[in-house]
């Protein structure tokens, strides 16, 4: 948790965003994981609107970090959509619940709900403008499911299909050829102390993602990656685990990021540089690839979109 002074904070931590949004008009904000002033920066009327909207002039959308509902003390999902975190990424049915609760017994608004979808939909309809135009009226069954779990949506209206859709996916071994662009793969490292240490960490049926746990790195192999990997820079290693059941979001790292499979699981990947111009990408060009259990796993950080998936629940220990 940060607590800042009012003049600390606009001057020195906020200026870098204030200057972005300003000077190159951003279609899209990302909040952090971490509380600012004792509020998350998801659920934070503060920073999402008043700061940001009011006081910027922002009018993209803002989304959260990747499963940052997903904790117990994590964000909480329908105090995103009051403070105008429009998309929670991933979104799950937790959130479906808890938004729709909460409009049930008047903690949310619909007009909230709808200044939250209204900024996902003009975002469609500006990144591609070949798209059927989307409206709140006409498309009122899928703006519910767009603000609670929203990227679904995205994918379908902005990419105009599923992915390969009728069709079958080959699943690659993590050692084929085709692998070499999105990442390598690495031997020599004993994890048997992690993947031991990952038998305590819960199985969700959706997803839950903890960026960093002390339990993991305290161990001797966390200075060992460190070391050889990461030239002895500070690391933190957190974990994935749970179950997708279908592409409905691709994750881009702007740096390599390190993969153990503490179960058998299939990662799904693109390419970075076939993203259009526009932000859109065709999600048939993602690429399935199997690794076994104990594998490491290294994706480069300026080629990949990674999802993780495994029909009957993963685990996957992440090194950054």
Same mark, same amino acid.
């Given at each position: ?13 906020? &200026? %870098?965003f204030?200057?972005?949004?300003? *000077?190159? /008009?951003? #279609?899209?904000?990302? +909040? ?5 002033? %004792?509020?998350h ?6 920073? !999402? @609107? ?10 993209? #959308? ?6 940052? @509902?997903?904790?117990?003390? %994590?964000?909480?999902?329908?105090k995103?959509?009051? /403070? ?12 479906d ?21 209204g ?11 070949? @798209? ?15 603000? #609670?779990? !929203?990227? +679904?949506l995205?994918?379908?209206? +902005?990419y105009?299909?599923?992915h ?22 690495w ?5 048997? &102390? ?12 959706d997803?839950i993602?903890?960026p960093?746990?002390?339990?993991? *790195? ?13 030239? %002895? ?6 974990y994935?685990?749970?179950s997708?059941?279908?592409?409905? /979001?691709?994750?881009?790292h ?24 526009a932000?859109?990408?065709?999600t048939?060009? #993602? *690429? ?6 104990g ?7 300026? @080629? ?8 009957t629940? &993963?685990?996957?220990?992440?090194v950054?």
């Amino acid at each position: 948790m940060c607590i800042f002074q009012r003049e600390p904070l606009r001057e020195i931590y906020l &200026r %870098g965003f204030e200057i972005a949004v300003k *000077e190159s /008009a951003p #279609v899209a904000i990302m +909040t952090s994981y971490n509380r600012v002033n %004792g509020v998350h920066a998801a659920n934070s009327r503060a920073l !999402c @609107t008043v700061i940001a909207r009011e006081e910027w002039g922002f009018d993209g #959308v803002l989304m959260s970090d990747w499963s940052t @509902t997903a904790p117990e003390d %994590g964000s909480i999902p329908w105090k995103c959509i009051e /403070a105008g975190n429009d998309l929670i990424m991933p979104g799950s049915e937790k959130d479906d619940a808890d938004i729709r609760q909460a409009y049930a017994d008047g903690r949310l608004s619909e007009k909230e709900i709808r200044l939250c979808a209204g900024r996902i939909i003009s975002l469609i309809n500006k990144l591609d403008k070949k @798209t059927k135009k989307v409206t709140l009226e006409k498309d009122k069954k899928q703006v519910v499911s767009m603000t #609670v779990s !929203c990227y +679904t949506l995205l994918i379908r209206y +902005t990419y105009g299909k599923e992915h390969k859709q009728g069709g079958i996916m080959e699943i690659y071994s993590i050692k084929d050829e085709k692998f070499r662009r999105y990442g390598k793969v690495w031997s020599g490292f004993d994890c048997t &102390r992690l993947i031991r240490e990952m038998e305590h960490t819960p199985l969700p049926e959706d997803v839950i993602y903890v960026p960093s746990m002390e339990e993991l *790195e305290v161990l001797p192999e966390a200075g060992e990656f460190a070391r050889r990997i990461y030239g %002895g820079l500070p690391i933190q290693i957190g974990y994935c685990n749970g179950s997708n059941h279908r592409l409905n /979001a691709l994750e881009d790292h702007r740096n390599s990021e390190i993969n153990i499979a503490v179960t058998n699981m299939v990662l799904l990947l693109g390419w970075l540089p076939d993203v259009t111009d526009a932000f859109t990408y065709d999600t048939s060009k #993602v *690429e399935a690839f199997f690794v076994p259990a104990g594998t490491v796993v290294e994706m480069y950080g300026t @080629t990949h979109f990674t999802m993780r998936r495994a029909m009957t629940g &993963r685990k996957d220990l992440n090194v950054l």
